[in-house]
């Protein structure tokens, strides 16, 4: 069972570079999300999906772009990567039902370097 | 919005005191209320939960309660370990305007030495 498997672990980038961070789940969650993680500021919402082909913003989704195509898949896309993106994602998935909600299950996280 | 505020870190405490981390959060619905712990170069694991007010959860001697009165969550110990050194981090999800979401806290390190 493998859960919520992130790739790649660690990337660099050059500033103006763009990539995809990858997300998939096997465990059939509508729920889907990234975060960024930064010293002292906790987890950061950037975009989250309550199903394939919704997608909204959370707290900071400014440089970065998602799609869901499908339930298992939801990456994330730096436009023209800048220093500020320096951070550690995570991203999370979950099975959510209005009145019923359940753990978020996370990726092991992707260190990215802008440099 | 919906926002949760945890207690700035570090926490340092020696091996056997008790431990409380406090957890407040604003929420227009009716929110279900997490712990997650994160050990160093880790990802997020779920610690407890609960899901409606006055639910305890609890787990490996954590406990926390759901106040809703002041609107709480705040995390509990008796007898903190070192293995207990890591991350925590007080979460809350919620409907509002149709849409999902689930959102943290700024996270409190903790450390327990022997």
């Known amino acids: 069972n493998a859960g919520v498997t992130q790739t790649p672990k660690f990337q660099v980038l050059k500033t103006g570079q763009s990539m995809t961070l990858q997300c998939a789940q096997d465990?059939?969650?509508?729920?889907m999300s990234w975060y960024r993680q930064d010293p002292g500021m906790g987890l950061r919402l950037i975009h989250y999906s309550v199903g394939a082909g919704i997608t909204d913003q959370g707290e900071v989704p400014n440089g970065y772009n998602v799609s869901r195509s499908t339930t298992e898949d939801f990456p994330l896309r730096l436009l023209s990567a800048a220093p500020s993106q320096t951070s550690v994602y995570f991203c999370?998935?979950?099975?959510?039902?209005?009145?019923?909600?359940?753990?978020?299950?996370f990726g092991q996280g992707t260190r990215l370097t802008v440099v | 919005g919906d926002s949760v505020t945890q207690m700035e870190g570090p926490v340092t405490l020696s091996e056997e005191a008790f431990l409380t981390i406090n957890c407040t959060y604003t929420?227009?619905?009716?929110?279900?209320l997490f712990w997650y712990v994160q050990y160093p170069g880790e990802g997020l694991q779920l610690l407890l939960k609960a899901t409606k007010a006055d639910d305890k959860g609890s787990n490996k001697g954590f406990e926390a309660t759901y106040r809703k009165e002041t609107t709480s969550f705040h995390l509990e110990k008796g007898s903190v370990q070192v293995s207990d050194s890591a991350v925590y981090f007080c979460?809350?999800?919620?409907?509002?305007?149709?849409?999902?979401?689930?959102?943290f806290g700024s996270g409190t390190r903790l450390l327990v030495r022997p």
């Open positions: 929420a227009t619905g009716y929110p279900s």
């Open positions: 999370a998935s979950s099975y959510v039902s209005r009145g019923l909600n359940t753990e978020a299950f």
């Open positions: 465990m059939n969650h509508e729920y």
């Open positions: 979460a809350l999800s919620d409907w509002g305007d149709s849409s999902y979401k689930l959102i």
